[in-house]
């Protein structure tokens, strides 16, 4: 497959490859299509508050409605759409509708929108994200952006500048991922970040006395630089138990909920969240 492609170039005229190119070709087409008819789902999973039980935020995830495949996770196209620029398009459609969703929920509760770099460089992200809170009449301080330590990589000097504006527009920044690819703690520094998301291989491997050392010396830089800490990739209740003996005192993953459709999210997540604020 595409493995050979680096070692023979004649093997651009293999029929093999030229049908997955072919494939590749159709999905994009596809794509583009599906933006345009608004075909891609945005589902919530929550952020929970580990001391409480109580949904603080909900971290908007797209999927891909295909009409003879169904629900497609955003791993097979969000790489598909940065390489032919319809992340923009994209992301602006994603942000739009989890404005518009967060309108209807509970007004103690934010909403999280996954940035790809792409959109960061594109020079147009402060505005997109204007017009989606005018649009939605969402609070700028209900509105929160994930990024990753792979906007420091490129053109960064720029991309710290948007951020600033967005700061500026009152709306939250947390970086997402933490610990993986580019590893350093410089990069909490690097901004004045309102969140740290610590990926979810530290959570996994969260019985080893090392990562528990290197957890604790994340907390305790994030807790200096007055950052929120959430624990990615919840899965168990002994994870929970071990986050919370770390001082992190919000978590996310399967162990609350899985990524679910807004529908389901107003009847179980925020339902739970409410029930607990009037008991
Ligand atoms: P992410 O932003 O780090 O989101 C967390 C991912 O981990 C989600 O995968 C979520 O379903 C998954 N997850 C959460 N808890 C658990 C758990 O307990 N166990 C396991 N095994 N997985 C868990 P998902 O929805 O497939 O999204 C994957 C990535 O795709 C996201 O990672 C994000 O980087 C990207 N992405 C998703 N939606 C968007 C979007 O609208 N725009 C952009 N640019 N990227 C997006
Ligand atoms: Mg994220
Ligand atoms: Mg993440
Ligand atoms: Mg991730």
Not at 33 to 46: D, K
Not at 136 to 154: D, M
Not at 157 to 167: A, P
């Amino acid at each position: 497959k595409s493995k050979n492609a680096g070692r023979n170039c004649f093997h651009v005229y293999s029929p093999e490859l030229k049908a997955e190119a072919d494939q590749r070709n159709i999905l994009e087409i596809e794509l583009r299509e599906a933006i345009w008819r608004e075909e891609i789902e945005v589902f919530y999973q929550p952020v929970v508050e580990l001391g409480t039980g109580r949904t603080k935020s909900v971290e908007a995830l797209a999927r891909w409605r295909h009409c003879t495949r169904g629900l497609i996770p955003p791993a097979e196209f969000i790489p598909v759409a940065e390489e032919c620029g319809l992340i923009v398009e994209l992301g602006n459609l994603v942000l739009a509708k989890a404005c518009r969703h967060a309108m209807m929920m509970p007004d103690d509760i934010k909403v999280a929108v996954n940035l790809s770099a792409l959109q960061l460089a594109s020079g147009n992200l402060v505005d997109s994200v204007m017009y989606a809170l005018a649009d939605s009449g969402l609070a700028e301080t209900r509105l929160e952006l994930e990024i990753t330590e792979s906007v420091f990589l490129a053109d960064s000097q720029e991309n710290l500048k948007t951020l600033e504006r967005l700061r500026r527009l009152g709306v939250s920044i947390a970086l997402d991922d933490f610990g993986v690819g580019y590893s350093s703690l410089s990069y909490l520094t690097a901004f004045p970040f309102n969140k740290v998301k610590i990926d979810k291989s530290f959570i996994d491997r969260i019985g080893r006395s090392e990562t528990v050392a290197v957890l604790g010396s994340i907390v305790q830089l994030a807790k200096t630089l007055n950052l929120s800490i959430v624990a990615e990739g919840v899965e168990t209740y002994e994870q929970v138990e071990k986050v919370r003996l770390l001082g992190i005192a919000l978590g996310q993953g399967y162990f609350f909920s899985k990524p679910v459709p807004f529908g389901e999210l107003l009847l179980q997540g925020l339902a739970e969240s409410e029930r607990q604020a009037v008991a």
